[in-house]
């Protein structure tokens, strides 16, 4: 049996990390982990213009723990507005890495959302023509659907009919749940890839009503039946280089989340490559881990590779039952006070 697991430095594809005292309180987490992580523009207000993502990624920047060189890099949040002047500034940037869409309403403050992608043709336009790719939330907004049938509703009714009209443009599906989406994404044509976080490798939905209704385990999309659970860990884990790293960590509130309309969004910066390593283990498969973690996100943003390295040690541990948040409230990690198999061993290389 592996006792500790050395890999190159690996990224974070998919991150919330919020503002003020909140960004403060979290971003440690994830540098300690992550050389670089793609940032969701989902603030209010969001982050729509390369301005405003340049702001932003200064707060990041300065609220990095001493000596840390984590390395934010930024997206813009799509409206129906979104010039084609725009997106050219962000490309120009160098700091602007993609495009994200949230369908009006989906999710967390999204509510100034896409409407239609229709009126975001222009954009699109731009961003196929510079190679700036698009970050998905897929999920139908329709509320007659289902909730656990909304990402399958996005495949047919939008991300087909988008990739059909813009058959250039580089799409990352983020957080997939499903084995429709993992297959998806196996199959499609072009420059695709999709995310996948830790939770959804480890946990289906019996997670949400284990002993009663857990609201810490409720984010979107929200967790689906088994089935999908294990095409998520084949895709995963099957080294090939579509799929990678985007934990997806959404730290709320405690009492936010404990609530009778409780938010959505897991908080597994803290722990992230711990879950990680011990889902790849139960499959059997820590040989792909690097692939996944460190490689595969590297080369679909085409960006370099890390040269640092991250090292877990086997050494099992409880994962403390809340955390210091902003304004003196408490962050509750997922899987507070159960305990992991793998601690990360302080590193001496973070680049
Ligand atoms: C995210 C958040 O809280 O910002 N929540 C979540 O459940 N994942 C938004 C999102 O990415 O959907
Ligand atoms: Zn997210």
Not at 53 to 61: D, F, K, P, V
Not at 119 to 136: F, I, N, S, T
Not at 267 to 293: I, P, V
């Amino acid at each position: 049996m592996t006792d500790t697991l050395t890999l190159t430095r690996p990224d974070d594809w998919h991150l919330h990390l919020r503002d003020g005292d909140a960004l403060r309180a979290v971003l440690p987490d994830t540098a300690r982990q992550f050389a670089r992580a793609i940032i969701m523009p989902n603030l209010r207000p969001p982050v729509t213009t390369t301005d405003l993502a340049a702001a932003y990624r200064q707060r990041i920047l300065d609220a990095r723990p001493p000596g840390s060189g984590f390395e934010p890099l930024m997206t813009l949040y799509l409206t129906d507005n979104t010039a084609a002047d725009e997106i050219r500034r962000a490309q120009d940037s160098g700091f602007v890495h993609a495009v994200k869409l949230y369908p009006a309403g989906a999710t967390t403050n999204s509510d100034a959302g896409v409407t239609d992608l229709a009126r975001c043709h222009g954009a699109l336009e731009a961003m196929q023509d510079v190679g700036m790719p698009l970050c998905v939330h897929g999920e139908e907004t329709d509320p007659s659907i289902d909730v656990f049938d909304r990402e399958k509703a996005f495949i047919d009714r939008v991300m087909i009919p988008l990739r059909r009209d813009f058959p250039a443009l580089r799409v990352i599906f983020e957080h997939i749940t499903t084995r429709d989406a993992a297959h998806y994404v196996r199959d499609a044509e072009g420059d695709v890839g999709a995310t996948i976080t830790a939770h959804h490798l480890l946990y289906n939905r019996n997670a949400l009503f284990t002993g009663g209704i857990r609201p810490h385990w409720y984010c979107l999309p929200v967790l689906k039946r088994e089935i999908h659970r294990e095409a998520l860990i084949a895709a995963a884990t099957s080294g090939n280089p579509r799929y990678f790293l985007g934990t997806d960590s959404a730290p709320h509130a405690r009492h936010t989340k404990e609530a009778d309309c409780g938010c959505a969004g897991c908080y597994t910066a803290l722990h992230a490559m711990e879950l990680y390593a011990t889902a790849f283990e139960r499959a059997d498969a820590l040989d792909k881990l690097e692939g996944f973690a460190s490689f595969f996100g590297a080369d679909f943003y085409r960006l370099p590779r890390n040269t640092g390295t991250l090292t877990l040690r086997r050494e099992t541990h409880a994962i403390p039952g809340s955390l210091p948040y902003a304004e003196g409230q408490q962050l509750v990690p997922l899987a507070a006070g159960e305990s992991l198999a793998w601690r990360q061993v302080a590193d001496t290389t973070s680049s």
